[in-house]
Structure formats: structure tokens, C-alpha cells
């Protein structure tokens, strides 16, 4: 037992070495394709989804997260047999709502794909009784981290430098301003600190993927941020459909329209969506805003990491030394940092492309085996308290701040 207790490594190392795994292999030439989901009819359902090649990229990435999983759990010293079937039982589920996620009827309300998997992991959760087995080993949150290591691959700083000045300034502004807003607004209402936290970040840098990254910063309960999710999706649905009406309403010009649609909006999806209904080049600006948005994740999640290891004290006595916060510091963000800097800076353009997205569609994967995982957790009549009102309140005003502020830093900046 001493000997296994010398070599343990924490969570967050062990997320960092399996997402430098995946990304190493997938450079040296492994094929991670993605599986095809979409779907319209009974017809298409056959020939797209019920195929020997679709069913080949399942397995694949089957096999692959199942090693990924295992060599975890055996650096964890957790039961590699519960590890691995708590993952089968949680890839199944998954991939059930990934293919409904995929009917076209559905993709036509924009919704992110994993929203299906969150709320049919609920359902599951709710109805029935997890088995201790599986109770025991089931971390949603590793799932999580292991997708925000594979997220730093996408964010590029020749990229970012394309995004242009004009969104990356109108970001800054707005994320600093917005999230400041939110916080102080979350105190007032006396939101639980990490909640308020979370949620701040949802509202002004990028939505769910903020929300995700905030949680494992600060180590955040699943059950809160299974809400601040729920939060952001429904919240995107009135603003995506109201919002490009009210910005002709009050005559936008359509670059104006689309960095607004962009800053505003949090889930990638929705701005799509919304900014196609203005015009080309409406959305071809919101999508720049909200990459800009999004680069900030990377930059808010270290200082959000820093500001909690120095804050929040789990022993009182246990003064915030540069030894106690590296301690507390989650090593995902170093892991997130470095897959960015070696995809911007250390790879050729060509392995880049080729890389880039087969580690996407693993991306994807974790971060819907995530979802799944937060919604076997969660249990449904937390939804009910009557304490939940606060953040919802405290969500719906920094959300109205938020359309403000970029309302105004738009008419400014894009003239």
C-alpha cells in the first residue's frame, strides 16, 4: 500500500498525460475519424449510421478511450474493472444521444449535441439506481479535463492574429467588464462563490465551454455546473431568434449585427445560427467575435485557477504560499497551454491540418461522455430548490448587462 501511494500521481497529471497520449498518437498517424450522426429519415438513418465504416470509427474511438481509461485508472490506482465498464456503460448512452442528437429535425434548433447526452443521462440517473460499482469510479470531471487538454489543439495564435484587432479588443473589453458585472451582481444575490464563478464565466467568455473549463479550475460541484449549462442553453434560444429582429430594429448595419450576435450569444451554435439569419457577412463576423471570445478561455481559466488558489482556503490555517497554490493549481491549464503553443508554434502547417481534426472529434467525444456523466449525477429536484432562483436571476441579469455593454462597444468599434 506505501508502495502505491509513492507513485499515485493526481487526477490532473494524469489528464495532462492521457490528453498528450492522444495527441501524440493521433501525429503519428493514428486514425480517429469521426462517426457520422446525421440523419433525416429511416433511409438515411440505414445508409449513414448503420454502416460497416460508421460503426469501424465507434469502435475505434471505443477502443481508443477505453486504453485512455484504463491506463488512467491503473496511474489512479482505481479498479480497472469498474473503470472500464462504468465507461462502456457511459459510451453506450452516449453515443444513443449523439444519434438521436443527429436527426435533422433536431439539428435544426441549433442545440449543442451534448445537451441530448446531458439530459438522457438525467433521465437515466433519476429513474434508476446506479450501482455502487459504478458510483465508486464515476468522475465526470476527469472525462471533462481530458476534452480541454485536446481543446488547446484548436486554439491557434496565427489564428488568433486573424481574427482581427477589432474583435479581439471588443472580447477583452466585454469579457472583463461582463464578468466583473456578474460576480459583484452573484455576491449581491448571495450566490454560493463557486456557482458565481462558473456562471460568470459562462455569460461572458464562451458559454458552456467556459462553464466546463471554470468547473475544473476550481474543482466546481457537477451538480452547479450541470445547471449553469442549463442556464446557457436555454437562455441562447429567445436571443438567437430575437436578437437579429431587434438589431434591424434599431438599424445595425450587418458587421454590426454580427459582432453583436458574436458577443452576446454563448453557444457556438447559436451564433451560427443566428448570424445566418442576418446575411454572409453577419456571420462571418459573429463567428470571429466568438472565436475571439473563445481564445480568451485559455488566459481566464489560468487567472480564474490563480485567484482560487489564492482565495479559497480549505484549511484556514494554510496561508497562500507559492507551494500552497501551486499545489491547488488545476494542471489541466498547463496541459490546455501546452497543446496550444505546440500546435501554433512547434508543428509544420501540414501536420497541423491533417491532426487537427481527428483530435476534434475525440474532443467531442470526452466532452460528451462528460455530459453524460454530469447528467447520472445529477439529481433532478435540486432543479426544484427554490435556491437555485438566485442564480437564475443573477444569470438573467448579466445576460441583459451583456447584450448592453456589446451593444455599445459594437456601435463603437464597428463603424
Given at each position: 500500500?506505501?508502495s502505491?501511494?509513492?507513485?499515485a500521481?493526481?487526477d490532473?497529471?494524469?489528464?495532462?498525460i492521457?490528453?498528450?497520449f492522444i495527441?501524440?498518437?493521433v501525429i503519428?498517424?493514428?486514425?480517429?475519424?469521426?462517426?457520422?450522426y446525421?440523419?433525416?429519415?429511416l433511409?438515411e438513418?440505414?445508409?449513414n449510421?448503420?454502416?460497416?465504416g460508421?460503426?469501424?470509427?465507434i469502435?475505434?474511438?471505443?477502443?481508443?478511450?477505453l486504453i485512455v481509461?484504463?491506463?488512467g485508472g491503473a496511474?489512479?490506482?482505481k479498479?480497472l474493472?469498474?473503470v472500464g465498464?462504468?465507461f462502456?456503460v457511459?459510451?453506450?448512452?452516449?453515443?444513443?444521444?449523439?444519434?438521436?442528437?443527429g436527426?435533422?429535425?433536431?439539428k435544426?434548433?441549433?442545440?449543442?449535441?451534448?445537451?441530448f447526452s446531458l439530459?438522457i443521462?438525467m433521465?437515466i440517473?433519476?429513474?434508476f439506481t446506479?450501482?455502487d460499482?459504478m458510483?465508486?469510479?464515476?468522475?465526470s470531471?476527469f472525462y471533462?479535463k481530458?476534452g480541454?487538454?485536446l481543446?488547446g489543439t484548436g486554439?491557434?495564435f496565427?489564428?488568433?492574429?486573424?481574427?482581427?484587432?477589432l474583435?479581439l479588443?471588443?472580447?477583452?473589453?466585454?469579457?472583463v467588464?461582463v464578468?466583473y458585472?456578474s460576480?459583484?451582481?452573484c455576491?449581491?444575490?448571495?450566490v454560493e462563490?463557486d456557482?458565481?464563478?462558473?456562471l460568470?464565466?459562462?455569460?461572458?467568455i464562451c458559454?458552456?465551454s467556459?462553464a466546463i473549463?471554470?468547473?475544473g479550475?476550481?474543482k466546481?460541484?457537477?451538480?452547479?455546473?450541470?445547471?449553469v449549462?442549463?442556464?446557457v442553453l436555454?437562455m441562447a434560444?429567445p436571443?438567437?431568434?430575437?436578437?437579429?429582429y431587434i438589431a434591424?430594429a434599431?438599424?445595425?448595419?450587418?458587421?454590426?449585427?454580427?459582432a453583436w450576435?458574436?458577443?452576446t450569444?454563448d453557444?457556438?451554435?447559436?451564433?451560427?445560427a443566428?448570424?445566418?439569419?442576418v446575411?454572409?457577412e453577419?456571420?462571418?463576423?459573429?463567428?470571429i467575435?466568438?472565436?475571439s471570445?473563445?481564445?480568451?478561455?485559455?488566459?481566464a481559466?489560468?487567472?480564474i485557477s490563480i485567484?482560487?488558489?489564492?482565495?479559497?482556503?480549505?484549511d484556514v490555517?494554510e496561508?497562500p504560499?507559492?507551494k500552497?497554490?501551486?499545489h491547488r493549481f488545476p494542471k489541466?491549464?498547463i496541459?490546455f497551454?501546452?497543446?496550444?503553443l505546440?500546435f501554433s508554434?512547434f508543428?509544420?502547417?501540414?501536420?497541423?491540418?491533417?491532426a487537427?481534426s481527428?483530435i476534434?472529434?475525440m474532443?467531442?467525444?470526452?466532452?460528451?461522455?462528460a455530459?453524460t456523466?454530469?447528467?447520472?449525477e445529477?439529481n433532478?429536484?435540486?432543479f426544484?430548490?427554490?435556491?437555485?432562483?438566485k442564480?437564475?436571476y443573477a444569470f438573467?441579469?448579466?445576460?441583459f448587462?451583456?447584450i448592453?455593454i456589446?451593444l455599445?462597444?459594437?456601435?463603437?468599434?464597428?463603424?
Amino acid at each position: 500500500m506505501e508502495s502505491k501511494q509513492k507513485w499515485a500521481i493526481s487526477d490532473d497529471w494524469v489528464v495532462v498525460i492521457l490528453g498528450f497520449f492522444i495527441i501524440t498518437a493521433v501525429i503519428l498517424g493514428l486514425q480517429l475519424s469521426s462517426p457520422s450522426y446525421t440523419w433525416a429519415n429511416l433511409n438515411e438513418f440505414t445508409n449513414n449510421i448503420l454502416t460497416g465504416g460508421n460503426f469501424g470509427k465507434i469502435a475505434m474511438q471505443f477502443i481508443v478511450g477505453l486504453i485512455v481509461i484504463l491506463i488512467g485508472g491503473a496511474i489512479a490506482n482505481k479498479p480497472l474493472f469498474n473503470v472500464g465498464a462504468t465507461f462502456a456503460v457511459i459510451f453506450f448512452i452516449t453515443q444513443f444521444a449523439l444519434i438521436f442528437a443527429g436527426n435533422s429535425a433536431l439539428k435544426s434548433l441549433n442545440l449543442e449535441a451534448v445537451i441530448f447526452s446531458l439530459i438522457i443521462g438525467m433521465l437515466i440517473g433519476n429513474i434508476f439506481t446506479l450501482p455502487d460499482w459504478m458510483k465508486s469510479v464515476l468522475d465526470s470531471e476527469f472525462y471533462v479535463k481530458i476534452g480541454l487538454v485536446l481543446l488547446g489543439t484548436g486554439i491557434i495564435f496565427n489564428d488568433i492574429l486573424q481574427a482581427g484587432a477589432l474583435g479581439l479588443i471588443q472580447a477583452t473589453i466585454v469579457v472583463v467588464s461582463v464578468w466583473y458585472f456578474s460576480f459583484w451582481v452573484c455576491k449581491r444575490l448571495k450566490v454560493e462563490k463557486d456557482m458565481a464563478i462558473m456562471l460568470s464565466s459562462a455569460v461572458s467568455i464562451c458559454g458552456v465551454s467556459a462553464a466546463i473549463a471554470t468547473a475544473g479550475a476550481i474543482k466546481g460541484d457537477s451538480k452547479k455546473l450541470s445547471y449553469v449549462i442549463s442556464l446557457v442553453l436555454i437562455m441562447a434560444i429567445p436571443m438567437m431568434i430575437f436578437l437579429p429582429y431587434i438589431a434591424q430594429a434599431i438599424g445595425l448595419s450587418e458587421i454590426q449585427t454580427g459582432a453583436w450576435l458574436g458577443g452576446t450569444i454563448d453557444t457556438t451554435g447559436a451564433v451560427v445560427a443566428s448570424g445566418s439569419l442576418v446575411g454572409e457577412e453577419a456571420l462571418k463576423i459573429s463567428s470571429i467575435v466568438k472565436f475571439s471570445q473563445n481564445v480568451m478561455l485559455g488566459i481566464a481559466a489560468l487567472l480564474i485557477s490563480i485567484y482560487w488558489s489564492m482565495t479559497n482556503k480549505a484549511d484556514v490555517d494554510e496561508k497562500p504560499t507559492l507551494k500552497v497554490i501551486w499545489h491547488r493549481f488545476p494542471k489541466f491549464v498547463i496541459g490546455f497551454i501546452a497543446a496550444s503553443l505546440l500546435f501554433s508554434f512547434f508543428l509544420s502547417p501540414e501536420v497541423v491540418s491533417e491532426a487537427k481534426s481527428d483530435i476534434k472529434g475525440m474532443r467531442t467525444m470526452w466532452f460528451a461522455l462528460a455530459f453524460t456523466g454530469i447528467g447520472l449525477e445529477t439529481n433532478i429536484s435540486d432543479f426544484l430548490n427554490k435556491n437555485r432562483l438566485k442564480p437564475f436571476y443573477a444569470f438573467s441579469i448579466a445576460q441583459f448587462f451583456n447584450i448592453i455593454i456589446t451593444l455599445i462597444v459594437v456601435y463603437i468599434l464597428f463603424k
